[in-house]
């Protein structure tokens, strides 16, 4: 087995970002799409922290930070969001959503 | 002066639109009518006031640039307004019987509640029409072109206040789109290939591309496209019928006399474009022939009296752009101007019969409305005269010299030609005996309701009439020894047409043409006015019996011949290809798309699942094709 | 960099102003924060300076767009004190929303750096799902706010991952350095950033709301207070367009060849589904929400023909789809605040119940269809002008057919308005609905008057 290379990581974090796509297709949970959505990003993290690595470049980790920052604030509103979505339906079922349509 | 003149023609309407648009309701029913009718004929008097001043010592044309629109490198668009002796022409036509129509419709829209709203409406298609005509340039050309559009498709939906927007209503609209947007894609292939819009640029430098240039082709069929939607030719016609449900006098002013003629003014001011592909030209021949006699079929079955006048339109079109495609550009012209006389009379005509009958359209329900309307019978009869070319009635001396021109060019096509003036002088004379001879066929109530129109209304009527008998002195025949006034008027523009026919020739021709239109207002006579059949007789015909009564034997013969499968291949094409062939070709796009968009709207299903499965889908595509490429 | 600032400083001090008495104040205190900042952006035209050590740049192109999206912000802000408008919505917070998410609208237009980029689609969009359930207790305001969030999430991930791959092979997010990559190894262009590249494309189309990425639109549209659809679909659509561009043209031109047939393909998509689908709508705001798509197609024209000219053309269209848009939106607000729904007939005889209502919104929807001689039609003239002289005829042909399509579905407000009975009695627009409508307008006619000095300037 050879040694690690750049290509491993990108393929492992290829394979993290499909997780969280097939999850996000595949749940009905609002608070597991979520989730899904979260595993995506951290796909993306991986990845930059590991090219930056690799390059020897700071930018992509910082990048990452970014990432982190806003994930954090886009998930506190998705959460406000499913909460407010909770209260008045007592449901956290996409599959109850579906009254906008046509 | 005269660039105030110029300015004015337009102007002055579009001043009327505004008042009356604005003021309609405090200014009451007949002033509004006043208004409008008033501005108009001030139009009119301009025009007549510019070509004293002007024309009269021969000068060609008068150009005036009101502002630069649209200016780029490679590329400028001044605003201007073109005045020469065909746009001069063609605002003659426009505010001349646009004024009668204008007059006519105060009586004819006298009791609607709209009126002033119909006024404004009216003043602006003229105004719009105007800018059409007057453009220096295609670009304020298309302006004018979009503009008659739309107020025609306002004008139309007129009535149609409490009815739904039908898919009818989606596909005369797109239908006739798609015209525009081939003339859209004519203008951009220009502004590529010259550089410019304006008509003098334009023709200018086409010259050094030499006949049948590939781009020269290609811009002037596209062109045509546009020509052919706004004039109702195969395959684009469909919607003009349909046009048929506004108010009569905008079916007398733009679905006759005005709007439906800007494809053929097109394609005579662009005659330096088109002379120079000579594809185009066989191609608008063709087409236009073939729209001649197949519109001409159709009109013979219609029952419905605005149909008939309808399908008239599209075929005498069609004669237009035979001539066209001869490259006879005054003779098309003469056609246009004669033409706006006798069938903006024949509609005006058929408003008038159908306000005497409350609405009544069906020529079942007429006849005998000689006695009761003594003043429509006598300009109805010129008018149809006219469009039979019986002399010296207008239309003989137009259609004469469209037949000599095709004559002389291809005398087979002269022959088909001619069959299709027998059809027209034939579904005219049908249509005019069926409704003012032979015994009334409407009920009680309507009989006892009919009357005369109003003054307002038979005085347009009469100017009209007096129109379509003399219009055609303004073109005599060489043979005859007259000046030929129009083709010498339009000379600067069009060129001089030279005949190659001897004398001999011609008289044989003229009385060929007379003949057919005799022998077809013969037949008719004898049908409808001896004996007085009416159309709904024509599907019950036990015809063993009709044999055996040998009076008629010539008769019967001709009718089994000739008129029955003629009948029933009119019919046929109407209801089989008109209604559902070649309707449903042309609206493909049209009539299908509502049902696209229906589908379209209940994929979206209202459940996120599914939109993020599209999303990763369409995703999933791009990469797949991607890795194919 | 100043306007960043001005934009979010004004913002927090919306924000607090909502904490003491100053509740009256907040709007005045917005327009006049966002009328500085416009003054401001004018001011520092032709600078070109970069900012934030080159993350952002203030060229042309950034100045002439952030002007647009700063007019349409306030216009939408000045709409917010119309006093007509139902009281169940949260007026400081959503003005201080609406001022956060324009800074993010600002930063796509401007940005020169793939960080600022993501940091700008983040900024807009994050106010909006907020903004999209500001009626709490509505379950339509519910549900468009959850959709909008979930699939605006998962196209922000489709777009990070384009960025890291795009990072991975050339090494840089500078959109400078990424285009001279490119054009360093055009013979080289690895799966890494080819598929890069088309995830980036991905994650903007779904942004315009183009086809097959577009579904969220109607939905969220029309659960979305109507104040918060008129911003989506001017404000957000406008930034939307402007980085898609800004990013194409910028750092990948000389891939050209990866990814115009992409757009070709998604653009004739997207006029297909936008006009056929409006083609089918009885709901105003639905059809409005589908007109927004398919102008979302033609403005994907313009970024086919990237070249002298063609931003320009963008920015033509962008100004004149989105100017009508926003008086559509004041309509249908009007008419709902005078008791009518968001249906067609609610628009029946609006040009007896107020004329200056239905005048401008005949000329809106005029402009939309591409009537000469208003804004529209020239958005539409030289789009298409600059896509057929790149060879896309055959698209050109089919986005005139389809814009043949539009026809029909505009006339039938126009119809509404003109030919119907009048759904109710004569009603009053408040003063800010009628400056609102009276500026929107003179934009859409006057427009025609600048083509020639926006071609110039860009």
């Known amino acids: 087995m050879g040694p690690i290379t750049l290509d491993h990581y990108v393929f492992l974090s290829a394979a993290l970002f499909c997780l969280g796509v097939a999850g996000v297709l595949i749940r009905r949970n609002i608070l597991v799409m979520f989730m899904s959505l979260e595993i995506m990003l951290n796909a993306v993290n991986l990845l930059l922290g590991s090219i930056a690595a690799f390059r020897g470049d700071a930018a992509g980790q910082v990048f990452v930070f970014f990432i982190m920052l806003v994930a954090a604030a886009e998930i506190a509103v998705g959460l406000a969001v499913m909460v407010m979505v909770y209260r008045n339906t007592g449901s956290i079922d996409l599959k109850d959503l579906s009254n906008l349509k046509w | 002066m005269k660039n105030l003149l110029v300015v004015l023609i337009p102007l002055l309407p579009l001043l009327g639109f505004a008042v009356s648009g604005l003021f309609g309701k405090r200014l009451g029913k007949s002033a509004t009518g006043l208004l409008a009718s008033g501005m108009v004929l001030l139009s009119f008097l301009c025009a007549a006031a510019l070509a004293m001043l002007h024309f009269r010592t021969g000068d060609s044309a008068i150009v005036v640039n009101l502002f630069s629109w649209i200016r780029m490198p490679g590329l400028s668009i001044p605003m201007g307004l073109l005045v020469d002796p065909l746009s001069l022409m063609m605002v003659f036509v426009v505010t001349g019987i646009g004024f009668l129509i204008h007059v006519y419709s105060i009586g004819y829209m006298h009791d609607d509640d709209g009126v002033a709203r119909f006024f404004s409406y009216l003043n602006l298609f003229t105004f719009f029409m105007l800018v059409l005509v007057l453009a220096d340039n295609f670009a304020v050309l298309f302006i004018g072109w979009e503009g008659v559009g739309l107020c025609s498709y306002l004008l139309i939906g007129f009535w149609f206040k409490n009815h739904a927007f039908n898919g009818a209503a989606v596909k005369a609209f797109v239908v006739n789109r798609i015209g525009d947007a081939g003339f859209l894609l004519g203008l951009f292939l220009m502004a590529m290939t010259f550089g410019s819009l304006s008509f003098a640029e334009v023709f200018s430098r086409a010259a050094s591309f030499g006949s049948g240039a590939p781009a020269i082709t290609l811009i002037t069929l596209f062109l045509f496209i546009g020509a052919s939607g706004k004039s109702a030719q195969i395959p684009l016609y469909t919607w003009l019928p349909d046009a048929m449900a506004g108010p009569t006098p905008v079916s007398a002013l733009i679905h006759a006399a005005t709007m439906v003629t800007a494809g053929v003014y097109l394609v005579i001011r662009s005659n330096a474009l088109y002379a120079l592909a000579p594809l185009t030209m066989a191609i608008i021949a063709a087409v236009g022939l073939a729209t001649a006699i197949w519109a001409g079929l159709i009109a013979l079955s219609q029952r419905d009296i605005k149909k008939v006048l309808a399908y008239s339109t599209v075929s005498q079109l069609g004669f237009m752009f035979l001539a066209l495609g001869m490259g006879a550009w005054s003779t098309g012209f003469f056609h246009v101007f004669t033409h706006a006389f006798f069938k903006a009379l024949l509609f005006l005509g058929a408003g008038s019969v159908i306000h005497a009958l409350s609405g009544e359209q069906d020529i079942r329900r007429m006849g005998g409305l000689r006695k009761a309307l003594p003043v429509t019978y006598a300009t109805m009869l010129a008018g149809t005269l006219a469009i039979a070319g019986i002399p010296p009635f207008a239309g003989f001396f137009s259609k004469d010299e469209i037949f000599a021109k095709v004559f002389e060019h291809a005398p087979a096509l002269w022959a088909i030609a001619l069959a299709g003036a027998f059809v027209t002088s034939f579904y005219m004379f049908r249509l005019f005996f069926l409704v003012f001879h032979g015994e009334f066929r409407g009920d009680a109530t309507a009989k006892h309701h009919l009357h005369e129109s109003p003054k307002v209304m038979t005085a347009p009527l009469v100017v009209l009439a007096l129109g379509a008998l003399g219009a055609g002195f303004a073109g005599l025949p060489e043979i005859f020894g007259a000046p030929h006034w129009i083709s010498d008027f339009l000379a600067p523009v069009t060129g001089r047409g030279e005949s190659h026919l001897s004398h001999a020739t011609e008289w044989m021709l003229m009385g060929a043409s007379v003949a057919t239109g005799l022998l077809a207002l013969l037949f008719a006579w004898v049908r409808y006015g001896v004996k007085g059949r009416v159309p709904a007789e024509d599907a019950s015909v036990t015809g063993v019996a009709r044999w055996s009564l040998g009076k008629f034997f010539i008769d019967e013969l001709y009718d089994r011949a000739i008129v029955k499968p003629l009948f029933r291949f009119s019919a046929w094409i109407h209801d089989v290809l008109d209604r559902r062939g070649l309707d449903g070709a042309v609206g493909a796009i049209a009539g299908i798309s509502p049902w696209l968009g229906q589908q379209v709207r209940l994929l979206q299903t209202g459940n996120t699942a599914f939109y993020l499965f599209a999303m990763a889908l369409g995703v999933f595509l791009i990469l797949f094709v991607a890795t194919l490429r | ?458």
Not at chain 3, 165 to 188: C, D, H, K, Q
């Open chain 3, 1 to 458: 960099m100043s306007l960043y600032l001005i934009l979010s400083i004004l913002g927090a001090l919306v924000l607090l102003s909502s904490l003491g008495r100053g509740k009256r104040l907040v709007v005045p205190l917005a327009i006049a924060g966002l009328l500085g900042a416009l003054a401001v952006t004018g001011m520092g035209l032709g600078l070109d300076h970069p900012l934030l050590k080159g993350m952002a740049e203030f060229d042309r192109y950034a100045v002439l767009f952030s002007c647009l999206l700063l007019v349409l912000g306030t216009l939408v802000v000045l709409l917010l004190t119309n006093p007509n408008e139902r009281s169940d919505i949260p007026r400081v917070e959503m003005a201080a929303l609406l001022l956060f998410s324009l800074t993010g609208g600002i930063m796509m237009a401007s940005f020169a750096h793939l960080v600022m980029l993501f940091l700008g689609v983040e900024i807009l969009s994050i106010p909006l799902y907020i903004l999209a359930g500001a009626r709490k207790r509505e379950r339509a305001g519910n549900e468009a706010a959850l959709k909008y969030f979930i699939t605006g999430s998962f196209a922000t991930g489709f777009l990070l991952f384009g960025i890291a791959l795009i990072y991975g092979a050339t090494g840089s997010f500078s959109t400078r350095a990424i285009a001279a990559w490119a054009e360093a190894n055009p013979a080289v262009f690895t799966p890494m950033f080819h598929l890069g590249l088309l995830l980036m494309l991905v994650g903007l189309a779904f942004k315009i709301s183009a086809a097959p990425f577009h579904f969220w639109a109607p939905d969220v549209y029309e659960g979305s207070p109507s104040i918060v659809t008129s911003f989506m679909s001017t404000v957000v659509k406008v930034a939307a367009i402007a980085a898609f561009y800004r990013l194409f043209s910028e750092a990948f031109p000389a891939a050209a060849d990866a990814w115009s047939w992409v757009i070709a393909a998604v653009a004739a998509l997207t006029l297909a589904v936008g006009n056929l689908g409006a083609l089918a709508q009885r709901s105003f705001k639905r059809l409005m929400a589908y007109s927004g798509i398919s102008h979302a197609g033609f403005l994907l024209l313009a970024l086919l023909s990237v070249g002298p000219g063609s931003a320009g053309a963008l920015w033509i269209y962008a100004a004149a789809y989105s100017f009508a848009t926003l008086i559509a939106f004041v309509s249908l607000l009007a008419v709902e605040a005078a008791g009518g729904g968001e249906s067609l007939e609610a628009l029946s005889g609006l040009g007896r119940r107020n004329p200056f209502l239905g005048v401008c919104l005949t000329i809106s929807m005029l402009s939309l269809i591409g009537v000469p001689p208003l804004a529209g039609f020239f958005g539409k003239l030289f789009v298409f002008g600059n896509a057929v002289s790149q060879r896309h005829v055959v698209l050109v042909v089919f986005a005139v057919v389809m814009s043949a399509v539009g026809m029909a579905y505009y006339m039938r407000p126009i119809i509404q308005t003109w030919l119907r009975p009048p759904a109710g009695s004569p009603f009053q627009l408040s003063t800010s609905q009628a400056w609102v409508l009276g500026i929107a307008t003179a934009f859409v006619v006057l427009l025609a008057a600048a083509p020639v000095w926006v071609m110039r300037f860009l």
